[in-house]
């Protein structure tokens, strides 16, 4: 059965199927119909063009008029940390009190705290907790998200949050990928003998992600303090012999050579990028690595937001993610990652908005299904409250201009 969208204002994030991402100049622009309809078959967009030629509606076919009101693909959110067993209140008040996030985390607190915690929760709590965090976010627009373990770091914890991202797969509208991030911090016990637990992910965790089909990608946090890049490179080969695309954090604090490990082994994303040298800038350039910037974190953590500008001058694409997560990013809002992307990184709205949507999709090796109005691809939209313009979404900062969100084709 069809369903058609009517009267639209306009229609934005038209692209044909065969562009899996926009980079440089090509970010400036979006393509819209005015006065426009869609209609969509079995979940999918099935077609759309201009008002005067839409097909005469059949008896049964569902209407939803979008009257002065504008149509936008959901946003992708590349990169967030969603599944967790508390928030991290009390090290938000350390920081306000003047300790930064490493001297947090070299005190135990940080990745560790939420550690913790995973181990004495239950898997049905952290599916439930998690559950009510991707309704919350469906609400705001996402329409394609990306999750990571990595608060478990032990063999039994790891596997526990990886299950429970499968399962959210299997009950949320969401469309989901799963990232394995046994490489998050190295674990009390470990400390002296950081190999050990090297080992531990290699040998004992990877072998059972195989074998049970549980994560999508790999990821490493490559920072001083953390993994560095050999430990790295070590990592990610063992993923990709088990068919994991890496998917990497680096740069959020010094740049050790994380994004030339994520170029070697052709990661999907390179993730945060606050501190950037000329040398990673250029790396990056002759890659086809997404650049991924997570401006929230930079506001929560009050460090420097990544140079968006200066790569998009590069001809690089970008995309822009949300890094929810209990320490950093206590927010999976895409509308305010949108809206800081403008305000603090200066980038147009056109450029923000391809960045969470089509490039978004790219870093989760689904833009052959979402991140664009392209017939064939998820019917994963959203409906806008009456607008007078696209700038209206990271104008409204704080706020959303979003009114009716439809996921597979139904309103969610
Ligand atoms: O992307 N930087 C590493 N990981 C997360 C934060 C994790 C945490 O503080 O719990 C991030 O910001
Ligand atoms: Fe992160």
Known sequence: MLTYITNIQQLNGILPQ????????EMNKIENIKNAFLGIKEGLIFSFGKMSEIPTLKKGEKVIDASNRMVFPSWCDSHTHLVFAAPREGEFVDRINGLTYEEIALKGGGILNSAKKIAETSEEDLFNDALVRLKEIEQLGTGAVEIKSGY???LEAEIKMLKVINRLKKASNLLIKTTFLGAHAIPKIYKENRTAYIDLIIDGMLPLIEKE???????????????????????LEAGIKIGLKPKIHVNQFTSIGGIQSGIKYEALSVDHLEVMTEKDITDISNSKTMATLLPSCSFFLSIP???????????LPIALASDYNPGSTPSGNMNFVVSLACIKMKLTPEQAINAA????????????????????????????KPISSIAMLPYSFGNNQIETVILNGEIA
């Open 152 to 154: 478990g770091l032990s």
């Open 305 to 315: 937001f990544a140079p968006a500008k200066e790569l998009i001058e590069n001809n």
């Open 213 to 235: 089909k549980l994560a999508d990608f790999i990821d490493v946090f490559c920072e001083t303090n953390y993994y560095t890049p050999e430990e790295t490179d070590r990592i």
């Open 18 to 25: 065969s562009v899996s991402f926009l980079k440089g100049k």
């Open 357 to 384: 949507t089509i490039n978004g999709a790219y870093a989760m090796d689904l833009s052959d299904e979402v991140g664009s109005i392209t017939v064939g691809k998820k019917a994963n939209l959203f409906i806008t």
